[in-house]
């Protein structure tokens, strides 16, 4: 079951890179220096984003703990 780990190693990655550019892609937006309304749009935008990467993430822990269980 090593490949289950490895993989689940690869996807949990992709879920942090994912997190990593919603939270860049926010504090680009807050210095900004948008209006109030603007600003809560932009980030609203970028939600789904950082849903789907932690989703990743938690499917890829899943699949190493598993991965470890059975193997």
């Given at each position: ?47 789904p984003l950082n849903l789907g990467a932690l989703f990743l993430s938690v499917i890829g822990l899943m699949c190493v ?7």
């Open positions: 079951m090593d490949w289950l780990i490895w993989i689940g190693a690869g996807i949990s990655v992709i879920g942090l890179i994912g997190i990593i550019a919603s939270i860049v892609m926010v504090t680009k937006a807050k210095r900004a220096g948008l209006d109030d309304d603007v600003l809560r749009t932009r980030v609203q935008s970028i939600l703990i598993v991965g470890i269980i059975l193997g």
